[in-house]
Each structure stands twice: as structure tokens, then as C-alpha cells.
């Protein structure tokens, strides 16, 4: 349900930067693909 938050906070602020760090991010807490991965509630 967060993914359009994300998308609209980071990529807004970042552009296509903020696509990769949101992926770095949950990779961070998360070892599975992204995909898979929860997202955080940030």
C-alpha cells in the first residue's frame, strides 16, 4: 500500500534516483527481491 507514497516522495525528490533507493533501501532490511519484500513504513 506504500508503494505509491514511495514513489511519490522519493522519486518526486529524486527522479530516477529515487527508484534505486527505495530498492536499497528495503534490500537493506530485506534479503528478498524488492517485489517480494515488505515495505517499510517510512
Not at 530498492?23 to 513504513?41: D, E, H, L
Amino acid at each position: 500500500m506504500g508503494h505509491g507514497a514511495w514513489d511519490e516522495g522519493d522519486e518526486g525528490d529524486k527522479g530516477d534516483e529515487g527508484d534505486e533507493g527505495k530498492i536499497v533501501k528495503i534490500n537493506a532490511q530485506c534479503p528478498m527481491p524488492n517485489a517480494q519484500c515488505p515495505m517499510p513504513n517510512n
